[in-house]
């Protein structure tokens, strides 16, 4: 069946700490995966994507990801996080196989301490 | 180009009333999507539509739930005889195919 697991549901770090969420998938045919994030009271925003090309994707704020297609795994990191980085990440892919619905992992809150 | 609107934001409901839930879709986008958001849970999908077509509703529970998204108008989830159980965040979702999904602000539903 298809999944998607992220590793991590809490994470607490201090501001100027790098950051590392991993997220696996299980699926098969090409994939599109994505990281997105919610801010609290917010809805979700789109982070990154990746489609094709060049796996380790830039995304917005800071944040990228690397794509291992051997290891089936888009993990999402940033160097130096901020307290305002605080809130829950999404890992999330969508295949051809899948008829292109996008499937969820569970989500990772990270809390960024000041 | 607007983005994806649901309505209402928030909704409360007694046990046993129906909820309607309603999202309109970015304009050009012909894939819509429906998820839950419990406390402390992620997002777990429901169900996906086309117009006029249900392609994968295999999140959703069998019974009391519905959804569609008609050729006009926006697409509806509905849930009949509402427990409190069904109390959640739901949050629709669209997007050209094969491309990402784009969300709306969530309709928060409360049952009392």
């Known amino acids: 069946a298809q999944s998607v697991s992220q590793h991590n549901h809490h994470v607490i770090l201090s501001e100027a700490a790098s950051l590392e969420l991993g997220c696996n998938y299980s699926y098969g045919g090409t994939v599109n995966l994505f990281w997105y994030v919610q801010y609290p009271g917010q809805h979700l925003q789109l982070l990154l994507k990746y489609f094709s090309g060049d796996p380790l994707v830039k995304g917005i704020k800071g944040f990228e990801a690397e794509f291992i297609k051997s290891k089936f795994s888009f993990n999402l990191r940033k160097p130096s996080v901020q307290w305002s980085d605080t809130a829950e990440y999404f890992c999330a892919v969508s295949s051809n196989t899948g008829g292109f619905k996008t499937i969820f992992g569970a989500g990772t809150r990270l809390f960024v301490k000041a | 180009n607007a983005g994806v609107m649901q309505n209402p934001r928030h909704l409360v409901r007694r046990r046993g009333q129906e909820a309607r839930l309603r999202c309109s879709p970015m304009k050009g986008h012909s894939h819509v999507y429906w998820y839950r958001q419990l406390p402390e849970e992620g997002l777990k999908f429901m169900v996906y539509?086309?117009?006029?077509?249900?392609?994968?509703e295999s999140g959703m529970p069998k019974e009391r739930f519905s959804a569609e998204f008609p050729k006009e108008g926006p697409s509806i989830l509905r849930i009949q005889q509402v427990v409190r159980g069904d109390s959640a965040a739901y949050f629709c979702?669209?997007?050209?195919?094969?491309?990402?999904?784009?969300f709306g602000q969530g309709t928060r539903l409360t049952v009392v």
């Open positions: 539509l086309q117009k006029e077509n249900i392609i994968d």
């Open positions: 979702a669209s997007s050209p195919v094969g491309a990402e999904a784009f």
